[in-house]
């Protein structure tokens, strides 16, 4: 806390009044601790759950009917990982002047997702009131909006007995791309920010050989050992005459700002770029070696990531 709101708050609570002073309009958004958050299936969120703040692009109105086209109109405000021991979430975002999506009086949600494929679990939530206000350096009172005060669950569902959010499954509808800032922003706090050998694309804080750059292209947690970039998976396609050597590579389709490329060699001098001609999901692409193993006595078949 700044000088200048520690003697606001000392100065108000003399009066009998706590308040905290903000510095531009902020928006405190949260989910109730210790809620009871479940699945479709009934099973309790864990920490691969992400939840933002945000809104939608011009007219489109998210349904339960077009959650295909969601994340193509979806920009966060603000993001954060849920906490499965304290059944926690939430987030702030302050603002001075209003910019798109986030204009005066347009809808706001808190989104929150499980990044499953081909299904994923998904809960959408809202309420009338939650309205981005107009920008102001001034704004000295924050707005809370909380999970427990949504009056709507466009996919998924509200309080009941047994559970406080339960979510929906979404079948084949992509998420919102993420760039490798924003999901170091969302793993690691500002001073590990600072410290590039915890955050930095090279390092690997959780010590399972996956970099934070794989963990991120891969979409997997770089705080834990066990969730950790899938291995290439190398095989023969197809069954029968000719064969040639395949591989498939699993990745996150919130990949933003970097490409994968196939590539193939033979004498491993130089390599040629491949397409990625065999894909029947987003997450999972599948390339072969150009030449038959009945014309060539060896080949190699790599990945590679590019700015």
């Keep these: 806390m700044t000088p200048g709101r520690l003697s606001c708050l000392l100065c108000c609570c003399s009066y009998g009044v706590c308040l905290t002073a903000a510095s531009a309009t902020q928006i405190d958004w949260n989910g109730f601790p210790f809620s009871t958050n479940l699945t479709s299936a009934g099973q309790p969120w864990d920490d691969t759950w992400v939840a933002e703040l945000g809104s939608f692009t011009g007219s489109f109105i998210p349904t339960a009917a077009n959650t295909p086209q969601w994340a193509a109109a979806w920009r966060a405000a603000s993001r954060s990982v849920y906490q499965p021991v304290t059944r926690y979430f939430g987030g702030s975002y302050s603002y001075d002047t209003n910019v798109a999506p986030f204009l005066t009086g347009t809808q706001a949600y808190l989104w929150l997702f499980h990044p499953g494929a081909p299904q994923g679990e998904w809960i959408l939530l809202t309420h009338p009131s939650w309205t981005w206000p107009a920008g102001s350096p001034g704004n000295f009172f924050p707005l809370t909006w909380a999970s427990t005060d949504a009056s709507q669950a466009v996919v998924g569902q509200l309080a009941a007995p047994g559970w406080d959010l339960k979510s929906a499954a979404v079948l084949n509808s992509p998420l919102p791309v993420l760039t490798f800032t924003d999901w170091q922003t969302l793993y690691f706090t500002a001073g ?8 930095g694309p090279n390092a690997d804080p959780d010590g399972d050989g996956g970099s934070n750059l794989m963990e991120y292209a891969a979409g997997t947690l770089p705080r834990r050992a066990t969730s950790f970039p899938p291995p290439v998976q190398i095989f023969l396609h197809p069954e029968g005459t000719p064969t040639h050597a395949a591989a498939r590579l699993f990745r996150s389709t919130r990949l933003t700002g970097y490409t994968w490329q196939a590539q193939a060699s033979e004498p491993l001098s130089s390599w040629a770029g491949i397409p990625i001609t065999l ?11 150009p030449t038959p193993l009945s014309t060539t006595s060896r080949g190699f078949l790599r990945f590679r990531l590019t700015p």
């Excluded at 590990?192 to 955050?199: G, K, Q, R, V, Y």
């Excluded at 894909?279 to 070696?289: A, G, S």
């Design 192 to 199: 590990e920010l600072a410290n590039p050998a915890l955050s």
């Design 279 to 289: 894909t029947e999901f987003p997450w999972e692409w599948t390339v072969r070696y």
